[in-house]
């Protein structure tokens, strides 16, 4: 599955999952969305994790990068702009993100969830745990379908209404 969402991601017919391109380029409608993914820099999130083989259900130490609701991995840190990702989720397609200790019997797991199937990862530990799914989740919401741009709201920053005053009932004594 995940093969098939890097080829529709990166817009390839072929399984090579290879791109000529040195910056993310969507090819689709909410999966690519056609936006120019600079992956090597300014990520939201970055760091080790452990991934399941979509096929050979081994467990192979990648760098992720998660930017602009994409979720890249490689085989190196040192990503630049030459480098081309091993494979991407984007993040719209997701429904959850969530532990998975109990399902795996590992340590500091956590799975990943779209319609068609679960992606499983084990991050080095509890806080890299939670701060992976803390962010992934973030991403899923700000980027899900159901959510525009329009539509996210950040409550700390709105104007607040002005105090209502206090009417002269709340000050009498009830009979």
């Known amino acids: 599955m995940a093969a098939s969402l890097w080829r529709a991601v990166m817009g390839t017919g072929g399984g090579s999952g290879s791109s000529s391109s040195s910056s993310y380029a969507g090819g689709g409608d909410a999966v690519g969305g056609g936006v120019d993914v600079e992956f090597w820099h300014g990520a939201e999130r970055t760091g080790w994790l452990n991934k399941q083989g979509e096929y050979i259900k081994t467990w192979r130490r990648r ?82 379908r159901s959510v525009t741009d329009a539509e996210v709201i950040d409550y700390d920053s709105r104007p607040q209404p002005p105090p209502q005053p206090k009417t002269s009932e709340a000050t009498e004594p009830s009979a």
């Open 63 to 144: 760098w992720f990068v998660l930017k602009k609701g994409r979720l890249f991995w490689f085989k190196d840190s040192a990503v630049t702009r030459a480098s081309v990702p091993r494979g991407v989720i984007p993040v719209a397609t997701c429904l959850t993100v969530k532990g998975a200790e109990d399902a795996l019997h590992r340590q500091f797991a956590f799975e990943l969830s779209t319609p068609t199937e679960t992606m499983y990862f084990i991050a080095d530990s509890e806080k890299e745990k939670e701060e992976w799914i803390n962010s992934v989740g973030r991403s899923i919401v700000q980027h899900s």
